[in-house]
């Protein structure tokens, strides 16, 4: 497994922006894929975007245009750089790790968005 620890949530107004980050325990060169997903309550978890080990980007339709994920593989850190935030984006967002045998999650962090 990877632990993975994500940082950089809190509380925005609508159009502001945010930057999450995720510090993954391995090279994220040896993952098949990182992503970030969202819960909101009430809701199913989501995807958002990911990012796999050839660097292809992958986003939600809901997100695309808005947010970019990248990553800084000397920090094995991946990030999801959110802009024109809406009040709809409000949720915790979790990072993900496919590592080819299992999937790893973060503890979460919480983005809300206000009016």
């Known amino acids: 497994q990877v632990q993975l620890v994500e940082s950089g949530g809190g509380l925005v107004q609508a159009g502001g922006s945010l930057r999450l980050s995720c510090a993954a325990s391995?090279?994220?060169?040896?993952?098949?894929?990182m992503g970030w997903y969202r819960q909101a309550p009430g809701k199913q978890r989501e995807l958002v975007a990911t990012i796999t080990r050839g660097g292809s980007t992958n986003y939600a339709d809901s997100v695309k245009g808005r947010f970019i994920i990248s990553r800084d593989s000397a920090k094995n850190t991946v990030y999801l750089q959110m802009n024109s935030l809406k009040l709809e984006d409000t949720a915790v967002y979790y990072c993900n790790a496919d590592d080819f045998q299992t999937d790893s999650w973060g503890q979460g962090t919480q983005v809300t968005v206000s009016s």
């Open positions: 391995r090279r994220i060169f040896s993952l098949r894929a």
